[in-house]
Nanobody, 121 residues
């Protein structure tokens, strides 16, 4: 079974940076598209960023220019570098993986447990 484990969340102030990691195990990493989603209390889960098997990237408009998604095929890890964080970025961040491409759609087969990001003003 494919397992995804997020890490790197925390409590920061507006304008600070964090790098989230998503470690993938139990599958062939090179076969998977990986996306990042986030969910704040009372809100629906929303798309943040995704990366293809070949390294192509897509971003939500709300994070474009501030966040960068990348993958390390040696470490089997996907990263989300988050810069210039805003209070509205506060949410639980989840990574997801699938062998089929879904992009911004939350239809991925495998999901991590989430990591909390809190941005104070």
């Amino acid at each position: 079974q494919v397992l995804l484990v997020e890490s790197g969340g925390g409590l920061v102030q507006a304008g600070d940076s964090l790098r989230l990691s998503c470690a993938v195990s139990g599958g062939t990493f090179s076969r998977y598209y990986v996306g990042w989603f986030r969910q704040a209390p009372g809100n629906e889960r929303e798309f943040v960023a995704a990366i293809t098997r070949g390294g192509g990237r897509i971003y939500a408009d709300s994070v474009k220019g501030r966040f960068t998604i990348s993958r390390d095929d040696v470490k089997n890890t996907v990263y989300l570098q988050m810069n210039v964080l805003r209070p509205e970025d506060t949410a639980v961040y989840y990574c997801a993986a699938d062998t089929s491409y879904f992009g911004s759609s939350p239809e991925y087969d495998y999901w991590g447990q989430g990591t909390q990001v809190t941005v104070s003003s």
